[in-house]
């Protein structure tokens, strides 16, 4: 079997692109014997245009997409219930804010140059800050937490934060993947060419991945 690249293009204000990830994950240590992953994260903002104050999360999503109070309150016990399953604890819905996740993504672009692992850290702590805390992630001290609980160096991502750094690198990997047709997350590239769409359960990620690696065309 070749070795795979896995683009995950996400949003951290996405609760299924949380799902996505733990199902992934979750498939990624049944296939870590057999298959050899680099997974990569990629930047997508659901709400490019949030104001600074940000949103009610309830008032946002009934206008965004035209649902009433108790269906997206069925909806997010359904969320709650899937993350459950895989791990990952979703907060209440109500009463909380829907904030712009820009300096999100250029931690989690600046993570990723220190390694792997490090940027699946800062993904982990800043979804979790997102849905689990409820945390401002558009406050800096909110997401210098969660850079302390991915246990990274927190000097170095208030300088990040305190600067405009990266902030191009992130707009230009916005705007490949939207070129590349991404319109909505998560997205899941492999190798640059395969795509998986949506919070697939992990045993969808795990057929699909062997799959890919035994086909002629995966390197």
């Known amino acids: 079997m070749k070795p795979l690249t896995i683009d995950l293009v996400s949003d951290v204000n996405c609760p299924w692109c949380a799902i996505g990830l733990n ?11 057999e ?12 709400n490019p245009d949030m104001p600074p104050e ?8 009934m206008r965004k997409y035209g649902r009433s109070a108790d269906e997206l309150a069925a909806n997010w016990r359904a969320i709650q ?12 819905q109500q009463g909380r804010r829907i904030h712009n996740s820009f300096d999100a993504h250029r931690l989690i672009h ?51 934060l305190d ?13 490949f993947f939207q070129r590349a047709g991404i319109q909505s997350v998560p997205a899941f590239v ?8 949506g919070g697939q359960p992990p045993e969808v990620f795990v057929q699909a991945l062997r799959q890919l690696a035994q086909a002629p065309d995966a390197a």
């Open 35 to 46: 298959l050899q992953v680099t997974l990569r994260f990629q930047p997508f903002e659901l």
């Open 110 to 160: 600046w993570a990723g140059l220190q390694s792997e692992a490090a940027q699946l850290a800062m993904k982990q702590a800043l979804l979790a800050a997102n849905f689990t805390q409820g945390e401002n992630i558009d406050d800096p001290a909110a997401l210098l937490r969660a850079v302390q609980a991915a246990g990274l160096d927190v000097e170095a991502a208030r300088a990040v």
């Open 23 to 33: 199902a992934l994950l979750q498939a990624l240590d049944e296939l870590r014997p």
């Open 54 to 61: 940000g949103e009610d999360r309830l008032d946002h999503l």
């Open 163 to 175: 600067s405009q750094q990266f902030a191009d690198e992130v707009r230009r990997q916005e705007g």
């Open 81 to 92: 219930e899937r993350g459950a399953q895989l791990g990952f604890e979703f907060g209440p």
């Open 190 to 197: 492999i190798n640059h060419r395969h795509l998986i769409s």
